[in-house]
């Protein structure tokens, strides 16, 4: 059976011409009736992959302390928002809530805010937290950036976001002949493929084509630098942290990224449009320099395993194993490896802070110094 959103953005193609990549992803992840995160919930072993809040409550129990750590050194604020990016099923945010706990406080004192498009993962990210939060601590979910900013009313901002910036839309230049050509997404026997076009208009602000090889793939994500920048701005006038984790990279330098995963598989990105994860690195040099361009301060970026490490990841998985059944420690140190073995999230993953930059330093990055400048 022909894939329904397949179908549509063949004959738009036919209709208008090659689809920019950008508007590809967008439209496979996002598209209102068939996108992939709009029609179903693909996190888990039975889904198509497996995030760090799947992986263990530890993590977010980790992250939750992070959180509570800035908020007792900024103050703390009788009044703040705490926010996520793309909460998925919501497991990050229970486990935060959590270990949170024994300062209530800290969650009174709390405006929840979710950035999530999904209606399918806003309902269930609704039935995770109804159950920690009760009336005390209500939800509030918002589908763009602007509305949820607007929603912190100036007041300052925890901000987590974990693997969400992997899934904004990216543009792909690649050097042909000596100049830059656009990636698009064309029809040829009834099959989606890659092709490039010139168009002049988006390669100003690339670097000069003459310096990369032919073939070579330069790739930006607008929506992720917008979204930065009004991060930014905001944490610089109201005050506040985000912690950003994702697969990156802290040079800018080319290569393709762009990758589709499918029930733990990579697989083609054209072949089955909202039936795939779709994902691309993400440029955290760039993205930490916006931040500081934003006049905040911009902590690492540092791997997964050393982040992790540091704020005792050891010690908590060494206490869960006290009491743990035989099959339960194997579980746990599975899981520990997950998160912070070097050929596992350890070091594919990196972690960035950003912060108002006179303000309390977050914890976690004590060991690094900036080293992506
Ligand atoms: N943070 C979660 C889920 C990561 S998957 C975890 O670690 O398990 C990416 C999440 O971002 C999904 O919840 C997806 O629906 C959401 N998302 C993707 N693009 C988005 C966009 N443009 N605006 C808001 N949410 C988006």
């Known amino acids: 059976m022909m894939n329904e959103l397949k179908q549509i953005i063949i004959e738009e193609i036919l209709a208008n011409g090659p689809m920019p990549l950008e508007n590809y992803m967008a439209r496979a992840l996002g598209d209102t009736a068939h996108g992939y995160y709009s029609k179903q919930d693909p996190f888990g072993k039975k889904g198509d992959f497996v995030t760090a809040p799947e992986v263990s409550q530890v993590f977010g129990e980790l992250l939750g302390l992070w959180g509570l750590d800035f908020w007792m050194k900024s103050g703390p604020w009788a009044e703040f928002n705490l926010v996520e990016l793309g909460p998925g099923r919501g497991t990050l945010m229970r486990d935060i809530a959590h270990s949170v706990k024994m300062h209530p406080a800290y969650l009174q004192s709390a405006h929840l805010h979710l950035l999530e498009t999904s209606p399918v993962l806003q309902e269930k990210q609704n039935q995770t937290l109804s159950k920690v939060l009760g009336d005390t601590t209500p939800c509030?979910?918002?589908?763009?950036?602007?509305?949820?900013?607007?929603?912190?009313?100036?007041?300052?901002?925890?901000?987590?976001?974990?693997?969400?910036?992997?899934?904004?839309?990216?543009?792909?230049?690649?050097?042909?002949?000596?100049?830059?050509?656009?990636?698009?997404?064309?029809?040829?026997?009834?099959?989606?493929?890659?092709?490039?076009?010139?168009?002049?208009?988006?390669?100003?602000?690339?670097?000069?084509a003459q310096n990369f090889k032919h073939g070579d793939i330069l790739e930006t994500s607008p929506q992720a630098e917008a979204i930065m920048t009004q991060l930014a701005n905001?944490?610089?006038?109201?005050?506040?942290?985000?912690?950003?984790?994702?697969?990156?990279?802290?040079?800018?330098?080319p290569g393709d990224t762009f990758q589709a995963l499918a029930d733990h598989q990579p697989v083609s990105p054209y072949k089955s449009p909202g039936n795939a994860d779709l994902t691309a690195h993400v440029n955290f040099k760039r993205l930490a320099d916006i931040a500081e361009d934003s006049s905040c301060r911009s902590s690492g970026p540092t791997s997964q395993r050393n982040f992790l490490i540091s704020l005792g990841l050891e010690q908590r998985f060494e206490s869960l194993s006290l009491n743990a059944s035989s099959q339960q420690k194997i579980d746990l140190l599975a899981a520990r490896n997950r998160l912070i073995g070097i050929d596992q999230m350890g070091i594919l993953f990196n972690v960035l802070s950003i912060t108002k930059a006179d303000k309390a330093l977050p914890s976690g990055f004590e060991e690094i110094t900036r080293d992506i400048r």
């Not at 969400?164 to 064309?186: H, S, T, Y």
């Open 140 to 208: 509030h979910w918002h589908t763009n950036i602007n509305d949820l900013l607007k929603a912190c009313h100036g007041m300052p901002v925890i901000i987590y976001a974990n693997e969400f910036f992997d899934a904004l839309p990216i543009r792909q230049f690649v050097q042909e002949n000596g100049m830059w050509k656009l990636k698009c997404v064309d029809v040829k026997d009834s099959e989606l493929v890659p092709v490039t076009i010139t168009d002049i208009s988006l390669t100003d602000n690339l670097p000069a």
């Open 234 to 253: 905001y944490v610089a006038d109201n005050d506040g942290a985000l912690l950003m984790i994702d697969y990156g990279y802290t040079q800018n330098q």
